[in-house]
């Protein structure tokens, strides 16, 4: 029974078009996260988001926009598709507990690997 | 900027032996720090965490040590074995909390039956 899953796990498609990835978690954490894997295989977050409201958004360009219909939801979408845009994306979540001695974590969905021609 | 480095991107051991995996921070407000260990095709999947105020956490196989004052941990897994073989990646965060991650580029450990 799987965690975290994300669809589609290949994306193919041209520059400039715009398209969607879907995150779904069946842990029922509060937290979920996107995160993007780039060629030199660096994970660098994008979005945070805590019972369906933005917590966290780095720099990244306001082509991507994550939406969260509910919590056990958020899915990425890219307007405007560029080169530079491939690469694994990961969506991932938390209970984010917190504290010293934490042992919560994050769970990480399979990636999507998606590829801008 | 990276602040969270791991130098050696690959790195081989024989079975049974010791594996260790190094990683460096710069970032002096972080005071959580996980392992996460991925294999082809699939998501992270965590495997050990240590907060600033221990210096080691064990847990079977593996354990983790942190030099506070060298801004430096690593990963112990003894003895290694066959199915160790994975990427294993670094990461840290502020405030003791995960909401926030920040990862190494990872380690590709290669365990030789």
């Known amino acids: 029974d799987t965690a975290v899953s994300q669809t589609p796990k290949y994306l193919v498609t041209q520059m400039g078009n715009d398209k969607s990835i879907k995150c779904e978690q069946n842990?029922?954490?509060?937290?979920m996260y996107w995160y993007k894997q780039d060629s030199k295989k660096f994970l660098k977050i994008m979005f945070s988001?805590?019972?369906?409201?933005?917590?966290i958004n780095e720099t990244v360009p306001n082509r991507f926009s994550p939406k969260s219909p509910d919590k056990a939801h958020l899915n990425l979408h890219i307007n405007s598709l560029e080169l530079g845009d491939s690469a694994v994306y990961f969506c991932?979540?938390?209970?984010?507990?917190?504290?010293?001695?934490?042992?919560?974590?994050?769970?990480f969905g399979p990636g999507t690997r998606l590829t801008v021609l | 900027d990276q602040q969270v480095k791991q130098n050696s991107p690959s790195l081989s051991v024989q079975e049974g032996r010791i594996s260790i995996l190094n990683c460096d921070y710069t970032n002096s407000m972080f005071d959580y720090f996980l392992w996460y260990k991925k294999y082809p095709a699939e998501g992270p999947t965590f495997l050990i965490s240590i907060s600033s105020i221990k210096d080691k956490n064990e847990d079977g196989r593996f354990t983790v040590f942190l030099n506070k004052s060298a801004k430096h941990l690593s990963l112990h897994i003894v003895p290694s074995q066959p199915g160790d073989s994975a990427v294993y990646f670094c990461?840290?965060?502020?405030?003791?909390?995960?909401?926030?991650?920040?990862f190494g580029t990872g380690t590709r450990l290669t365990i030789i039956p």
């Open positions: 842990l029922g954490h509060d937290t």
């Open positions: 988001y805590n019972n369906k409201e933005l917590i």
């Open positions: 990461a840290a965060s502020e405030n003791f909390g995960n909401e926030k991650l920040t």
């Open positions: 991932a979540s938390s209970q984010a507990l917190g504290g010293p001695e934490f042992s919560d974590t994050q769970y």
